[in-house]
């Protein structure tokens, strides 16, 4: 089979940011809106109170102090608490699609490529605008690119996932070279009236071009040496929202047609079987842990990623053998490990050897070696 390799990345940034500050003030003020206007069922037991939140709090449990979203004014009106983002008319690229050609761009412009180089798009993120067409065929059409595309979605795992599907395709012989693109919508996902989730999500599109190791031009390679995948099975992180809804009355509207989480059992669970994981991969490739110079994880929380690397290295990491974008970024589901790769990969040295590693509902775990050329 082919060698096959990563050849560029690209990196898409919607242009408003949201900090702590501002996200506490509006939910604050949301909070107190709410407990007044239901004063009288809260004193009669009805109604639980909300609680106000806080940017001790928000960092303390995630790492987060900012985050990039499509629509700023209409998550911070105390009046809507989600985005505000018109619906497009069919003639126009959808929202997804928008994202994913600017990430795409840079992505082509890394690898040296054009579209005419490309005969396969994969759309893989954690939730999908529309149900058909594919957004990934959608955005085939928009960069010209002749050949086939396909859209998947394993949550938070979704970008590890597509790696490995370009990969095989490539491998193959079905493909010269792969699109894998990650439009990450999360904002129009998240409940931004709950205390213990409003926080965690931000907007983002990361891209990937995955080509023929012999045929590649660029100056960013990372051979793949090897990927593994997981699921198992949980309720603990979930979404319900789909097509059915319309046909039960009473769900429409519900919490859990949005992001739902029971955060410690997550912690509890994932952190191990990712660290089991990493370190059965890398010793199924003959590669002791100490010899990976670094980590792109997928950055949901700090605390995971420092205690998942702690695991793996029998220490705390240093700040450049896992990198942190969340701060910034917050959760970006499956963009998260991308950026993280995207933005600390060209300081390290050729033959240096490193781990992109997602991980998030299904539970869903994906693994890639890379090794930069």
């Not at 700023?72 to 050609?101: F, H, Q, T, Y």
């Not at 031009?217 to 990927?227: M, N, R």
Request: charged share 20%; glycine share 8%.
């Amino acid at each position: 089979m082919q060698k096959v390799v990563i050849s560029g990345t690209g990196l898409y940034t919607p242009p408003n940011s949201i900090s702590n500050e501002e996200l506490v003030v509006s939910f604050n003020a949301y909070v107190e809106k709410h407990n007044s206007e239901n004063a009288d069922a809260i004193a009669q037991g009805e109604v639980t109170p909300l609680a106000p939140s806080s940017t001790e709090f928000i960092e303390k449990a995630s790492g987060i102090k900012s985050r990039y979203v499509v629509n700023k004014s209409g998550i911070l009106d105390v009046n809507r608490m989600r985005p505000d983002i018109p619906e497009r008319s069919n003639d126009e690229w959808s929202v997804l699609c928008d994202m994913a050609i600017k990430a795409a761009g840079q992505a082509l412009e890394r690898a040296g490529r054009t579209a005419a180089d490309i005969d396969g798009v994969i759309v893989a993120c954690s939730n999908l605008q529309r149900a058909y067409p594919a957004i990934a065929v959608e955005v085939q059409e928009a960069l010209g690119i002749v050949g086939f595309g396909f859209d998947m979605n394993v949550a938070c795992s979704s970008a590890t996932f597509g790696i490995q599907a370009a990969a095989n395709s490539v491998q193959l012989g079905q493909a010269r070279a792969v699109l894998m693109v990650n439009p990450e919508v999360c904002s129009g996902h998240l409940n931004f009236t709950d205390r213990d989730s409003h926080f965690i999500f931000g907007d983002a599109c990361t891209a990937v071009i995955v080509e023929r190791a012999d045929e590649a031009v660029s100056h960013h390679q990372f051979e793949i040496l090897g990927t593994k995948l997981l699921t198992k099975y949980s309720n603990n992180i979930r979404n319900n929202f789909g097509f059915l809804n319309r046909a039960d009355d009473d769900s429409v509207g519900a919490p859990d047609k949005l992001f739902i989480q029971q955060g410690r059992k997550v912690f509890k669970d994932v952190c191990p079987m990712v660290a089991e994981l990493i370190g059965e991969h890398l010793e199924e490739h003959s590669m002791p842990v100490t010899d990976i110079k670094r980590f792109w994880l997928h950055q949901a929380n700090l605390n995971m990623n420092m205690l998942i690397a702690r695991k793996l290295l029998g220490r705390d990491p240093e700040e450049h053998e896992a990198p942190v974008v969340l701060d910034e970024y917050a959760n970006t589901s499956s963009a998260g490990s991308i950026i993280a790769f995207h933005k600390h990969q060209d300081d390290l040295p050729v033959g240096a050897p490193g781990v992109i590693c997602s991980f998030g509902a299904g539970y869903s775990i994906g693994c890639v070696i890379v090794r930069k050329l």
